[in-house]
T-cell receptor, first 113, second 115 residues
Framework: GQQLNQSPQSMFIQEGEDVSMNCTSS?????WLWYKQDPGEGPVLLIA???AGELTSNGRLTAQFGITRKDSFLNISASIPSDVGIYFC?????????????WGLGTSLAVNP | KAGVTQTPRYLIKTRGQQVTLSCSPI?????VSWYQQTPGQGLQFLFE???????NKGNFPGRFSGRQFSNSRSEMNVSTLELGDSALYLC??????????????FGPGTRLTVL
């Protein structure tokens, strides 16, 4: 099925470092969502973006909805061990009544204490 | 408010069998979507139900089916299981009606293993 291009695929960083990951799409989206998934659990919503150019923060996390509406990024500042997990971006187009979320393949984050 | 619940959490079946997974959405949510998650393919959309009607469908064979009850609880069924059906099946609920983008909240998933 259709997927977003999410990068990087994995990251291994030191505690305290900042992290940046992004997603790009070939089509325009009206919504960008960022989720985190811990092992054995379902994804948990971190940030939702609904407007082009929107910049939203949730604690140490900041995400932006790209101006072109075809990309989004997520930044994590001052990483801590509990940030470990897989981060997914997801987008929602507006083709008629199509509300299916399109997902990136995830960025696996490992944090070295 | 209780989150999305899925049962069972783990399931082991053999090829050719069928399986039924259950999902209870967040109270008040009327939309339930199902996803298949595998390491190589990520999350793949199966279908979405809203007010007991299938509203969207992904590109999965007819062996995958679902339904939604009047209390918004949903079940998905996979018949004639194949090895490739081994995956984490996630259910997500959301509150709003058709034509409005909204946010989905996920359950913990059912881990299905087909032997």
């Amino acid at each position: 099925g259709q997927q977003l291009n999410q990068s990087p695929q994995s990251m291994f960083i030191q505690e305290g470092e900042d992290v940046s990951m992004n997603c790009t799409s070939s089509s325009i989206f009206n919504t960008w969502l960022w989720y985190k998934q811990d092992p054995g659990e379902g994804p948990v919503l971190l940030i939702a973006l609904y407007k082009a150019g929107e910049l939203t923060s949730n604690g140490r996390l900041t995400a932006q909805f790209g101006i072109t509406r075809k990309d989004s990024f997520l930044n994590i500042s001052a990483s801590i061990p509990s940030d470990v997990g897989i981060y997914f971006c997801a987008g929602n187009g507006n083709a008629g009544n199509n509300r299916k979320l399109i997902w990136g393949l995830g960025t696996s984050l490992a944090v070295n204490p | 408010k209780a989150g999305v619940t899925q049962t069972p959490r783990y399931l082991i079946k053999t090829r050719g069998q069928q399986v039924t997974l259950s999902c209870s959405p967040i109270s008040g949510h009327r939309s339930v979507s199902w996803y298949q998650q595998t390491p190589g393919q990520g999350l793949q959309f199966l279908f979405e139900y809203f007010s007991e009607t299938q509203r969207n469908k992904g590109n999965f064979p007819g062996r995958f089916s679902g339904r939604q009850f009047s209390n918004s609880r949903s079940e998905m069924n996979v018949s004639t299981l194949e090895l490739g059906d081994s995956a984490l099946y996630l259910c997500a609920s959301s509150s709003r009606g058709a034509g409005v983008t909204d946010t989905q909240y996920f359950g913990p998933g059912t881990r299905l293993t087909v032997l």
